[in-house]
């Protein structure tokens, strides 16, 4: 059943028809609960895609948990990427972030636990920015259709932020390193398909065009190289892949003409398949070490022939290298960065391009795979791992070599050949030099070595600033409470005194006993004054 739902229901999607419209009403509200478009079915074939694959990978948990929280997530990005009213999105949106928080608490543990609710405070943060985006924008135009929405208004601003925050904005974005490590071998794979490209598709839908976009995506792609390259654990290394490859897709949003468009949705459709691959790889690396560690790890090509060669594709993948996915999808946003006259965006994305060789195309290989022999033997993965990440893997190469299948289902029908001297020879020259540069570096013991370290990256905010300024907000209260307490305890002696010889028994008419009646009578005066004041 887990493995034939996404199945019948990829087959369904691409048995109804293109332009369908599924419009109800609720509470007064016309909501359009399924919008069925070129952009829509890209998107949600792919995450079809991603959840088989995710199941077959995960076809030996015997957890209820994972496997509802695993199918429900999917489902409901699905249902988001054809959601044609903000409602409907909003119910998407946060379902995905309470189904998926289930698979990084579904590891039990202590770690999984704190990341999981920090995971979930940002997932609902996003959810009341869109919520309260939406009433706005109700309340501006009249209409709740989830179209292009841009940033000409308050509302139009809060929804960009809501985007941004799933979609792993700088200084938005550490809620994703923190929490996928933390999650289950198999729930991993899953977090890596849905939430971020969930994001991409709503900005490609609410904000194409939006040149803001343009520098952030820039930005994406760059920063996470540094903290990449001295990560020890793998998979935190591969969540800032992923926070790379995001980058080339905001910017495509960001360019907004029907080329870079496409771009987007290619690349997010290429991502989903080989970021899921080379998390199932690490994965199986987890499962059978019980370490993520880099410094941990190394020689298990020799236990572990078959995961080495699907991560290898999966790096090779990312890495744009030409004959896989990654170069055919990825080309087209960089054709028209450099076409738009970006050449500073240009610029950074060929850096970003040079540096995920670096920290996802040679380390992660190398490091788990190659490098030294940490004399681990271990048993290969498990047979339904292995049908996954050879599926997987299977489609990397398949729509590298043949891309045009993916070509036609694009939202803008366009002929473009990747294939070309152009393409190809700048991106092998690049790649090449980008390799080089790595054997140099580690040849001569310039490369940052893997420690056993944990590296603070926006979550210094709430790690280190945050409890210094509530130590020292504390130590000031404390030193307050010394200085101001003998004088604040005389004054309360001094009240009580006070209120003593006006209301002890015996000192004046408030401390005599009342007769019941007066007593219901001035109780009932005062609830009538309150009623008063409430209604006032």
């Known amino acids: 059943y887990l493995l034939a739902l996404p199945l019948l229901g990829l087959a369904w999607l691409w048995a109804l028809p293109e332009g369908l419209s599924v419009q109800v009403e609720f509470l007064g509200y016309g909501l359009e609960i399924v919008r069925l478009d070129r952009l829509a079915r890209v998107f949600a074939t792919v995450f079809y895609i991603a959840a ?15 496997q509802v929280a695993g199918l429900v997530y999917a489902g409901a990005a699905i249902a988001g990427t054809c959601a044609g009213d903000l409602i409907s999105l909003f119910v998407c949106w946060e379902a995905t972030a309470l189904a998926s928080v289930f698979l990084i608490w579904a590891r039990r543990s202590e770690r999984s636990l704190r990341a999981g609710m920090r995971y979930l405070l940002v997932q609902i943060g996003s959810g009341v920015l869109l919520l309260g985006g939406s009433v706005l924008h109700y309340g501006e135009t009249g209409s709740l259709a989830f179209e292009r929405i841009g940033l000409e208004s308050l509302a139009g601003w809060l929804i960009f932020l809501a985007f941004g925050i799933k979609a792993a904005f700088p200084l938005l974005h550490n809620w994703l390193q923190d929490a996928y490590p933390e999650a289950t071998v198999t729930g991993t794979v899953f977090l890596s398909a849905f939430t971020t490209k969930l994001a991409i598709y709503a900005l490609a839908r609410g904000f194409p065009g939006t040149e803001l976009l343009i520098p952030i995506g820039a930005a994406m792609a760059a920063f996470p190289i540094f903290y990449a390259v001295i990560e020890n654990d793998l998979r935190r290394v591969l969540a800032y892949s992923l926070n790379n490859q995001l980058g080339f897709m905001v910017v495509g949003v960001g360019i907004g003409s029907e080329l870079s468009l496409n771009g987007t949705a290619a690349h997010a459709f290429a991502h989903v398949i080989y970021e899921a691959l080379l998390f199932m790889s690490m994965g199986a690396v987890l499962l059978r070490t019980g370490t993520i560690k880099g410094s941990e790890l190394g020689g298990l090509y020799r236990s572990m022939p078959w995961t080495t060669a699907f991560c290898v594709i999966g790096a090779a993948s990312i890495s744009a290298f030409p004959l896989f996915s990654g170069f055919i999808a990825k080309s087209l946003v960089m054709t028209e960065s450099a076409a738009g006259h970006y050449s500073l965006t240009f610029a950074v994305l060929l850096f970003a391009s040079a540096g995920v060789l670096h920290y996802s195309g040679i380390k992660i290989p190398y490091f788990a795979f190659f490098g030294h022999d940490s004399g681990r033997r271990v048993d290969e993965a498990p047979l339904h791992m292995l049908l996954a990440m050879g599926l997987a893997a299977t489609l990397c190469v398949g729509i590298g070599l043949w891309p045009e299948p993916l070509y036609a289902i694009l939202p803008y029908a366009m002929t473009y050949q990747p294939y070309t001297v152009d393409h190809v020879v700048p991106q092998l020259q690049l790649l090449l030099f980008s390799a080089l540069a790595f054997g140099v570096l580690m040849r001569t013991g310039i490369y940052p070595p893997e420690l056993p370290s944990v590296n603070l990256d926006s979550d210094w905010l709430y790690r280190k600033l945050l409890p210094a300024v509530v130590l020292r907000a504390r130590l000031g209260t404390l030193l307050l409470r010394m200085l101001l307490w003998g004088r ?22 408030l401390g005599e006993p009342w007769p019941a009646g007066t007593t219901a009578m001035w109780a009932a005066l005062l609830l009538g004054v309150v009623l008063v004041l409430y209604y006032l």
């Open 488 to 509: 604040l305890q005389r004054g309360l002696e001094a009240g009580l005194r006070a209120l003593g010889r006006s209301h002890a028994p015996g000192s004046g008419v």
């Open 52 to 66: 088989f694959l995710s199941v077959l990978y995960a076809l030996h948990v015997r957890d209820t948990v994972q």
